[in-house]
Every structure is written in structure tokens, then in C-alpha cells.
């Protein structure tokens, strides 16, 4: 079983459209989690950290079920340029800045 | 302030050939990271550096790899003999400490072909 599981999709909405990835992980150990964002041949970047009280930034909201093992981002009024790959990240106490990455959900908002 | 960069942006080589890929971090970054996508596999850590010593390199697949870190400004990452299993994107990453509070910066990737 790999360490971060993701629906790769990809997900096809309008925009405006309310989207939501869900992303499991398999070491109860893990204590720190993110969502980072790859658009096509680019390389990842940091979107937001995860909370366990949940957090949101703008449109998008990030959430932690530590009990369930999953992360989840939901972003609202989905623009063209959201379009890209989101990767779910955790990191493990005790293994310093190693990060684990999903495969990746994609996204794709059209007109 | 100029980001991590990487060379070169693309590779193509034959199987057998030696491939050395290399990195500049963000200037005052103390970690350094190289990681391997592909799309079967995702992104995977192959070694990371602090300080400009190997910290962890029990990502790097086989002997055939090798990664050093000469001084703060500058990584190799090298494949010898390459093998086509070994196409996908290389990415290098810098942060400025240890920590998962540290946001790892990613540099464009070099896209290795291996025929």
C-alpha cells in the first residue's frame, strides 16, 4: 500500500464549480501535512499547510481527520487557472524535512 | 532573487552513457533535496543535504547513483551507467532549515530521456 493514496482523476468541472480531493495516508505516525500544486511541466509548489482545527485561504479550505488518516482541499468558485495537478504531502516526526508525496489529483476547470 | 536552479533543462542520452545533472540552491538555504518524478511512481526523495553533508540517502535506487555537494552553492546529482528506467523529471529542492515548518523550494526540473 503506498504511503499517500490520491484519486489521480482527473476532474473535469465548470467554473464556479465547488471541487473537492480527498488524499489517505498510512502512517498514523505522520505530523505535518500540505497541498501542493504542479502545473503541467512545471515544477511543485506549496499551497498551503494542513491544520487540524482546519484552515482555509481564500477560496480554498484545507482539512485533517487525524482519527480517518485523510486530508482533504475543497476550493469554491473554481477559476480556469486552478487547473493543475494537486499533490497531498505528509511529513513524519523524527524524519526531518522528508517529505512523502502522492501521485497527484487533476484538475481541470473549463469554460 | 533568483529561485533554485537546475541544468540542464533536458537531457537525452543513450543507455550506458554517465548523466550529471546539477543544482544551485537559494543562496543561505541549509538543506538541499533531489527527487525523482515519474508518473508511475510520483515524486520520491532520492537524498537530501544539510550543511552540505548526506544526510539521508536511502531514496537513491542503486549504486548507480551518486550525489555530492561540494560547498553550499552547488550539487550533482550523477547516473552511471544510465539505464531508460531511469527517464523522468529530476527535481532539486532547497529550504532554509530542517523541519517540516521549512517550505521546500523546488527548482523547473531536468527532463532525462535515457534511448
Keep these: 500500500r503506498k504511503e499517500?493514496?490520491?484519486?489521480?482523476g482527473p476532474f473535469n468541472v465548470p467554473e464556479g464549480a465547488t471541487v473537492a480531493f480527498n488524499c489517505t495516508y498510512s502512517n498514523s505516525a505522520s505530523q505535518s501535512f500540505f497541498w501542493y500544486r504542479q502545473d503541467c511541466r512545471k515544477e511543485p509548489k506549496l499551497l498551503m499547510s494542513v491544520y487540524s482545527s482546519g484552515n482555509?485561504?481564500?477560496?480554498?479550505?484545507?482539512?485533517?481527520?487525524?482519527?480517518?488518516?485523510?486530508?482533504?482541499?475543497?476550493?469554491?468558485?473554481?477559476?480556469?487557472?486552478?487547473?493543475?495537478?494537486?499533490?497531498?504531502?505528509?511529513?513524519?516526526?523524527?524524519?526531518?524535512?522528508?517529505?512523502?508525496?502522492?501521485?497527484?489529483?487533476?484538475?481541470?476547470?473549463?469554460? | 532573487d533568483a529561485g533554485v536552479i537546475q541544468s540542464p533543462r533536458h537531457e537525452v542520452t543513450e543507455m550506458g552513457q554517465e548523466v550529471t545533472l546539477r543544482c544551485k540552491p537559494i543562496s543561505g538555504h541549509d538543506y538541499l533535496f533531489w527527487y525523482r518524478q515519474t508518473m508511475m511512481r510520483g515524486l520520491e526523495l532520492l537524498i537530501y543535504f544539510n550543511n552540505n553533508v548526506p544526510i539521508d540517502d536511502s531514496g537513491m535506487p542503486e549504486d548507480r547513483f551518486s550525489a555530492k555537494m561540494p560547498n553550499a552553492s552547488f550539487s550533482t546529482l550523477k547516473i552511471q551507467p544510465s539505464e531508460p528506467r531511469d527517464s523522468a523529471v529530476y527535481f532539486c529542492a532547497s529550504s532554509l532549515g530542517g523541519g517540516a515548518d521549512n517550505e521546500q523550494f523546488f527548482g523547473p526540473g531536468t527532463r532525462l530521456t535515457v534511448l
Aim: with cysteine; aromatic share 6%; hydrophobic share 35%.
Design chain 1, 4 to 8: 499517500v493514496e490520491q484519486d489521480p
Design chain 1, 56 to 111: 482555509e485561504d481564500g477560496r480554498f479550505t484545507a482539512q485533517l481527520n487525524r482519527a480517518s488518516q485523510y486530508i482533504s482541499l475543497l476550493i469554491r468558485d473554481s477559476k480556469l487557472s486552478d487547473s493543475a495537478t494537486y499533490l497531498c504531502v505528509v511529513c513524519n516526526t523524527g524524519t526531518a524535512s522528508k517529505l512523502t508525496f502522492g501521485t497527484g489529483t487533476r484538475l481541470q476547470v473549463t469554460l
